[in-house]
């Protein structure tokens, strides 16, 4: 597609945002009506609108997206945001800021702006040589954002853009992030929760076995011991326990097991996993892949492909139990992805579905082993984004 044609079909695409919109941006921030000419919104989520704008300055003929974040965001996350585009963005693929401007509650960051093409538009038409620029863009992206221990919490193609006439690429929104430091996180080791129960009960006995007298004096506290683990019910005990914290922050359909598990101690694998959702969207050509409304559905999902024994051997090394109704076989990634392309050419050629030109690409099967290592439902042995960029899939 043509710059013209991209640009007239962006302009179709998002139309122009309601006067209000643009004038109420422009009341709260006469500093952006003084220096930018604000064209129409391009891009919305839940805590901004972004817009598309020029410099009033005539000398000055770039294009730059102003990022309008609601004044009920907390401002330390609109912190956190800054100093992510300040600190990391501007190179490798990462977006920088040109400005930030604010006015009492309302912040706003204007940024480059990066013609683009929708992924609907290339999902199903990339081939081998493509996928492997694609893939390696959005890695080095990561690999710096994670060298800056934090995690961006919301990889998906909405917020990684392609130009495919330009071979350009940049990752955006940084307003899902969170910093990591490991020392937060407890190397523990594999041993599940259900055999440390066991151990601990093991103890408890050995002791009662060897003094006597302690079983009188601890019966008093027998009451106190959980007796639902692993059953569909909860106990006067755990009731009163504090309720686990764990971020749930992304987008559904990119979250990983230990996301979904609620799992504390979450790590930049996180992002790794959102990258390895992209990629099986691409190799299976379908979007999206994952259509979860909830996080159970979700989990369901996760394992109608990797299988309930990987799942719940996964939940074990987080410190849960998973229980499932059913025992599901894992699929084999590679003819799933193939059924699926195959699937979608044949439904275009019907004129059954709308789905874009899907081409019948045989990937490598390295770019298959890749997105297995990517795919990992443990968090802890997942491929890192730097060592996937020496995997040989990926290899220049």
């Given amino acids: 597609?043509?710059?013209?044609?991209?640009?007239?079909?962006?302009?179709?695409?998002?139309?122009?945002?309601?006067?209000?919109?643009?004038?109420?941006?422009?009341?709260e921030l006469p500093i952006i009506d003084e220096?930018?000419?604000?064209?129409?919104?391009?891009?919305?989520?839940?805590?901004?609108?972004?817009?598309?704008?020029?410099?009033?300055?005539?000398?000055?003929?770039?294009?730059f997206a102003i990022k309008h974040i609601i004044p009920t965001y907390p401002p330390?996350?609109?912190?956190l945001e800054l100093q992510c585009l300040q600190e990391i963005g501007g190179a490798d693929n990462v977006v920088g800021v040109e400005l930030c401007v604010r006015n009492g509650p309302s912040v706003a960051f204007v940024m480059p702006y990066m013609r683009h093409n929708k992924f609907s538009d290339y999902v199903g038409s990339m081939d081998k040589t493509e996928l492997k620029y694609y893939m390696r863009a959005l890695l080095i992206a990561?690999?710096?954002?994670?060298?800056?221990?934090?995690?961006?919490r919301d990889v998906k193609p909405s917020n990684f853009l392609y130009d495919r006439r330009t071979k350009k690429y940049l990752l955006?929104?940084?307003?899902?992030?969170?910093?990591?430091?490991?020392?937060?996180?407890?190397?523990?080791?594999?041993?599940?929760?259900?055999?440390?129960?066991?151990?601990?009960?093991?103890?408890?006995?050995?002791?009662?076995?060897?003094?006597p007298s302690l079983i009188s004096s601890k019966n008093s506290g027998a009451d106190n011991k959980c007796s639902c683990f692993g059953k569909p019910k909860i106990c006067s005990v755990c009731v009163v326990k504090p309720s686990q914290v764990a971020s749930r922050a992304g987008t559904p359909g990119y979250r990983p097991p230990e996301v979904l598990l609620k799992y504390q101690?979450?790590?930049?694998?996180?992002?790794?996993?959102?990258?390895?959702?992209?990629m099986l969207c691409i190799l299976s050509a379908t979007q999206p892949f994952f259509r979860c409304p909830?996080?159970?559905?979700?989990?369901?999902?996760?394992?109608?492909?990797?299988?309930?024994?990987?799942?719940?051997?996964?939940?074990?090394?987080?410190?849960?139990?998973?229980?499932?109704?059913?025992?599901?076989?894992?699929?084999?990634?590679?003819?799933?992805?193939?059924?699926?392309?195959?699937?979608?050419?044949?439904?275009?050629?019907?004129?059954?579905?709308?789905?874009?030109?899907?081409?019948?690409?045989q990937y490598p099967p390295e770019a298959y082993d890749l997105l297995s290592k990517l795919l990992d439902v443990n968090y802890k042995t997942r491929i890192t984004a730097n060592d996937a960029l020496e995997h040989a899939f990926l290899k220049i």
């Fill in 294 to 361: 909830d996080d159970c559905t979700a989990l369901a999902e996760i394992i109608s492909v990797f299988g309930t024994a990987k799942l719940q051997q996964c939940a074990r090394k987080l410190g849960k139990k998973l229980i499932c109704s059913e025992n599901t076989p894992g699929v084999d990634l590679v003819n799933l992805c193939q059924k699926l392309r195959n699937r979608s050419i044949h439904s275009k050629s019907n004129g059954t579905s709308c789905r874009k030109t899907t081409i019948p690409e």
């Fill in 35 to 63: 220096l930018f000419e604000v064209h129409y919104k391009i891009g919305e989520g839940t805590f901004s609108s972004v817009y598309l704008a020029t410099c009033k300055n005539k000398q000055n003929s770039r294009k």
């Fill in 76 to 79: 330390d996350r609109i912190e």
């Fill in 142 to 152: 990561l690999r710096k954002v994670h060298l800056f221990n934090i995690i961006h």
């Fill in 1 to 27: 597609m043509s710059n013209r044609n991209m640009a007239s079909h962006e302009a179709v695409e998002n139309e122009k945002a309601p006067k209000n919109e643009i004038t109420l941006l422009l009341k």
């Fill in 265 to 278: 101690y979450q790590t930049p694998a996180i992002d790794v996993w959102a990258s390895g959702i992209i």
């Fill in 172 to 211: 955006v929104d940084f307003g899902l992030a969170q910093r990591f430091r490991k020392e937060d996180n407890p190397d523990e080791d594999n041993t599940s929760l259900t055999d440390t129960l066991s151990t601990k009960r093991k103890l408890i006995d050995e002791n009662n076995h060897k003094s």
